[in-house]
T-cell receptor, first 114, second 115 residues
Framework: ETGVTQTPRHLVMGMTNKKSLKCEQH?????MYWYKQSAKKPLELMFV???????ENNSVPSRFSPECPNSSHLFLHLHTLQPEDSALYLCASSQDSGRSYEQYFGPGTRLTVT | DQQVKQNSPSLSVQEGRISILNCDYTNSMFDYFLWYKKYPAEGPTFLIS?????DKNEDGRFTVFLNKSAKHLSLHIVPSQPGDSAVYFCAAWTAGGTSYGKLTFGQGTILTVHP
């Protein structure tokens, strides 16, 4: 595998379900990011991790819970989501967060909340 | 408050002609400006960037122009090819006084290049 991978690519979940999104980067980077892209809206930064430490939480509701066990893996745990949370969730990585203008993105997970 | 705006949702161009994608921003503290390209079912991929101290950067068929006084940047693709058909995102970066930086994206412009 090369670059940034995300699984699953598509996810449909009910509002009472608990699910997790997974991101893995094979670039040797130290910073990882979660973004949300809703229809006809710009990408919105959700979380930033630098060397496994969370350095940014962009006022994201607690029903989204990130986890970064090491610099290569990033998870987004989801529980009791709302239909308006349906969106494309993108993971990205960069060498470190100080050089976050060079971000490499995964293909995204298309999430539908029913 | 949207700091980076792409006012044209879509652009249609004939193959071989020039494509010009535009972007406006409001924050004069941005340090870098970037263009990302996104194909369906793929994540955005970095295309070209420009530092805020420059006014032009060229890479093959792609040139980015920055007009700081107008807070405007543009991406020129010459000549346009059908494979350039994608969504193009303008993004701006600033360290913002933190130990890390932050990318702010525009809404994207769908470019269609017709054969």
């Amino acid at each position: 595998e090369t670059g940034v991978t995300q699984t699953p690519r598509h996810l449909v979940m009910g509002m009472t379900n608990k699910k997790s999104l997974k991101c893995e980067q094979h670039l040797g980077h130290n910073a990882m990011y979660w973004y949300k892209q809703s229809a006809k809206k710009p990408l919105e930064l959700m979380f930033v991790y630098n060397f496994k430490e969370q350095t940014e939480n962009n006022s994201v509701p607690s029903r989204f819970s990130p986890e970064c066990p090491n610099s290569s893996h990033l998870f987004l745990h989801l529980h009791t989501l709302q239909p308006e949370d349906s969106a494309l969730y993108l993971c990205a990585s960069s060498q470190d967060s100080g050089r976050s203008y060079e971000q490499y993105f995964g293909p995204g997970t298309r999430l539908t909340v029913t | 408050d949207q700091q980076v705006k792409q006012n044209s949702p879509s652009l249609s161009v004939q193959e071989g002609r020039i494509s010009i994608l535009n972007c406006d921003y409001t924050n004069s503290m941005f340090d870098y400006f970037l263009w990302y390209k996104k194909y369906p079912a793929e994540g955005p991929t970095f295309l070209i960037s420009i530092s805020s101290i420059k006014d032009k950067n060229e890479d093959g068929r792609f040139t980015v122009f920055l007009n700081k006084s107008a807070k405007h940047l543009s991406l020129h693709i010459v000549p346009s090819q059908p494979g350039d058909s994608a969504v193009y995102f303008c993004a701006a970066w600033t360290a913002g006084g933190t130990s890390y930086g932050k990318l702010t994206f525009g809404q994207g412009t769908i470019l269609t290049v017709h054969p």
